[in-house]
T-cell receptor
Framework: GDSVTQMEGPVTLSEEAFLTINCTYT??????LFWYVQYPGEGLQLLLK?????DKGSNKGFEATYRKETTSFHLEKGSVQVSDSAVYFC?????????????FGTGTRLTIIP | GAGVSQSPSNKVTEKGKDVELRCDPI?????LYWYRQRLGQGLEFLIY????????KSGLPSDRFSAERTGESVSTLTIQRTQQEDSAVYLC?????????????FGPGTRLTVL
């Protein structure tokens, strides 16, 4: 079945550091890929998405490129801020008859220290 | 407008008791999803509603779990004869159309603790 593997946390970085959170997936066909974020005390929210190979999703300074050849969707940000501290989830969706669910990774907790 | 809301925010129950968890989706959203997040694990899909029908129940872990949706709005997830392994955060999400490509909006979750 479909699965998502993401970098285990927790990850702790200093403010303005470069961030990469790795995500790889296993799926038949051509899934859509997502990053969701959960800030402290808040619900999950979509950060960015890409629906086909070579697409780049971007939002709030974060980027991720859909790499079919490496089945990856790594999340990057050039200069993190304290406000980026959150749990990040990589997810995929694929259209199969009757299948309308997102498959999530286990989440990566990111803490940014000033 | 209001986002997805869930109640209660926290529920502590004794093993063997039944619990009901409620989800109020965003008004007009036809698709509604339930997920479970156990400590240290990712989100686990439970069930999906399109309108009041549930075309995908594949994630319900046992027959102790059931869910319904009425008026294409509120949904209730019921867990009968709760077990300690049911302890988790239960998340509800809604989207304006079915299919994962449309953004799913998540509620804050209900934290269930079974003693």
């Amino acid at each position: 079945g479909d699965s998502v593997t993401q970098m285990e946390g927790p990850v702790t970085l200093s403010e303005e550091a470069f961030l990469t959170i790795n995500c790889t997936y296993t799926a038949t066909g051509y899934p859509s890929l997502f990053w969701y974020v959960q800030y402290p005390g808040e619900g999950l929210q979509l950060l960015l998405k890409a629906t086909k190979a070579d697409d780049k999703g971007s939002n709030k300074g974060f980027e991720a490129t859909y790499r079919k050849e490496t089945t990856s969707f790594h999340l990057e940000k050039g200069s993190v801020q304290v406000s980026d501290s959150a749990v990040y989830f990589c997810a995929l969706w694929q259209s199969n008859f009757g299948n309308e669910k997102l498959t999530f990774g286990t989440g990566t907790r990111l803490t940014i220290i000033p | 407008g209001a986002g997805v809301s869930q109640s209660p925010s926290n529920k502590v129950t004794e093993k063997g008791k039944d619990v009901e968890l409620r989800c109020d989706p965003i008004s007009g959203h036809t698709a509604l999803y339930w997920y479970r997040q156990r400590l240290g694990q990712g989100l686990e899909f439970l069930i999906y509603f399109q309108g009041n029908s549930a075309p995908d129940k594949s994630g319900l872990p046992s027959d102790r779990f059931s869910a319904e949706r009425t008026g294409e709005s509120v949904s209730t997830l019921t867990i009968q004869r709760t077990q300690q392994e049911d302890s988790a955060v239960y998340l509800c999400a809604s989207s304006s159309e079915p299919g994962g490509q449309d953004t799913q909006y998540f509620g804050p979750g209900t934290r269930l603790t079974v003693l």
